[in-house]
């Protein structure tokens, strides 16, 4: 019989049944690979033993010498000195040291070196930091630029040693509690120099020069050699020409507030005087509306005279929109823009905090009552941080604390602290350690505890003694150190945050 054109065999195709066999093991092979792979990828995720980050550094203090230390805990043993080492940007592997001192003649020199005690940028004299501050206990260093001398003239560099202005003036120093400018002195005058942009601001044209708000972004108050003054914006720019008698530090929506022939006045960006009676003093602007002091009491006025609120309070400061904080006999509340009570003046003290856009309002036992904005109670506790990088808001109800969204959404401390191997738990009033997995890794044996810190240490205390922990709960620093007089419960490694905080540094 025949058969068909298609078909090629006589007979039906058999299976090999050892080549399926063996393809099979391959293929359960690499699939068991491959998971193992995920399963690691999971388990490293979720347990994340070590905290990865660049390095920083510190400045620190132990036997009666200063050193460094890097956020490992590891000190420089080759970096050591009588005098405070300052670390100006703790990503930089670059650490200020003083040497030379004298005290009679009241000299001394400077210089930059690395974590092996290495000189840095030695074509260079007297290499220093450029110090700032805006209280005794909030000191802190430019960290884009230092400062040098070469024939007793100052110049600035960057981090990298790089020449970023020439050494052609008689100073370089911060210009008080502002970042990203210094004051340039030359032939007795000074200018402005943007230190992240790198470029002159203002030529050493005055005789003075003053930041008008608490940033650079809001301007400054410049006088000229006539001791007339007037106003530069954040890139050098003349808003107000320098012929006023005197600036004062009031300003907003395009407004100013000088001094002429004695007499205060309101004034637009052109010197329209907008206003200039009705008032004692100006205290403060919100678009139209001007809080004003009259009489000792303070009200509200709008810049062509218009009463809004009479001056009847002891306080007034704008807070958002049109909702003041009033104050009366030492209680504090907030009326709107009629003076109608939005919230009852009972409060020791109100805050509006723009970066949480709320209303903070201290009780007389220094809990909080929290409002939004549109004037809704939320909770009452104490705001203990505030992350807008990571969005939450961390607070202390009764004994615990709490973890918010930005919206005030409760969130779970993993949630809001993604980064971190160790969360906090308490236990019969008693403080221990679970990972992301809730697994726990720290008894609940502490009596105060502190939520790991961006290095991965945690802070704990027993018996009235406080000590550390590594990211994997390990012990690194036994609880026997007394910090009853720190405001800073902090550790990296054995070393702990000094109680001076004016030295910004760690001790041990």
């Known amino acids: 019989m025949s058969r068909s054109h298609g078909r090629r065999y006589d007979d039906e195709p058999k299976l090999n049944k050892k080549k399926v066999a063996a393809t099979i093991i391959a293929l359960l092979v690499i699939i068991m690979v491959i998971a193992s792979i995920i399963l690691a990828i999971n388990n490293k995720s979720k347990n994340k033993p070590e905290i990865e980050m660049s390095p920083e550094y510190f400045s620190a203090y132990t036997d009666s010498k200063w050193t460094v230390i890097n956020s490992k805990g590891e000190q420089f043993s080759d970096v050591i000195s009588d005098e405070m080492i300052i670390?100006?940007?703790?990503?930089?592997?670059?650490?200020?040291?003083?040497?030379?001192?004298?005290?009679d003649n009241d000299t001394y020199s400077t210089k930059a070196v690395n974590s092996k005690g290495e000189q840095l940028f030695t074509?260079?004299?007297?290499?220093?930091?450029?110090?700032?501050?805006?209280?005794?206990?909030?000191?802190?260093?430019?960290?884009?630029?230092?400062s040098f001398q070469k024939d007793g003239k100052y110049g600035l560099i960057d981090f990298s040693g790089n020449e970023v202005l020439a050494p052609d003036y008689e100073s370089i120093t911060a210009l008080k509690g502002i970042t990203k400018n210094v004051l340039i002195k030359k032939d007795g005058k000074v200018g402005l120099f943007n230190t992240t942009s790198k470029s002159v601001v203002a030529n050493s044209d005055y005789s003075t020069i003053k930041a008008l708000g608490t940033t650079y972004n809001d301007g400054y108050i410049v006088e000229n050699s006539d001791k007339k003054y007037g106003i530069l914006d954040s890139n050098g720019g003349v808003i107000?020409?320098?012929?006023?008698?005197?600036?004062?530090?009031?300003?907003?929506?395009?407004?100013y507030v000088v001094k002429e022939k004695g007499n205060t006045e309101l004034i637009s960006e052109d010197g329209t005087v907008l206003l200039k009676s009705g008032f004692d003093k100006i205290i403060s602007i919100n678009a139209d509306n001007v809080v004003i002091e009259k009489s000792k009491k303070c009200g509200v006025i709008t810049v062509d005279g218009t009463e809004i609120i009479k001056p009847q309070y002891d306080t007034i400061t704008h807070s958002f929109a049109d909702y003041y904080i009033v104050s009366s006999k030492n209680k504090y509340g907030v009326v709107n823009s009629m003076n109608e009570v939005a919230i009852e003046l009972k409060y020791k003290n109100i805050d509006y905090r723009s970066d949480i856009a709320s209303l903070v309002c201290e009780n007389s036992d220094y809990t909080t009552d929290i409002y939004s904005r549109e004037l809704q109670y939320i909770v009452t506790g104490t705001v203990s941080e505030v992350n807008t990088d990571d969005g939450y808001i961390r607070m202390r109800i009764g004994e615990d604390y709490k973890y918010y969204n930005l919206q005030y959404q409760e969130i779970n401390s993993k949630d809001a602290l993604k980064n971190n191997t160790l969360f906090l738990v308490k236990e019969n009033g008693k403080y221990g350690y679970v990972n992301a997995n809730n697994e726990k890794v720290v008894d609940c044996i502490y009596d105060?505890?502190?939520?790991?810190?961006?290095?991965?240490?945690?802070?704990?205390k027993k018996d009235g003694k406080w000590g550390?922990?590594?990211?994997?709960g390990a012990v690194?620093?036994?609880?026997?150190?007394?910090?009853?007089?720190n405001l800073n419960i902090d550790f990296i490694g054995t070393w702990h945050y000094s109680e001076n905080a004016e030295l910004n540094a760690y001790t041990k």
């Open 123 to 146: 074509n260079y004299e007297n290499v220093n930091a450029i110090v700032n501050y805006e209280t005794v206990d909030d000191v802190w260093y430019d960290s884009e630029v230092l």
């Open 240 to 255: 107000l020409e320098p012929k006023y008698d005197e600036v004062l530090n009031v300003f907003g929506s395009g407004k």
């Open 476 to 485: 690194v620093q036994e609880p026997d150190v007394d910090m009853e007089n």
């Open 468 to 472: 550390a922990l590594q990211s994997n």
């Open 87 to 103: 670390v100006p940007n703790k990503s930089a592997e670059v650490f200020i040291v003083t040497a030379d001192v004298d005290f």
């Open 448 to 460: 105060d505890a502190k939520e790991q810190n961006k290095y991965g240490f945690c802070a704990v």
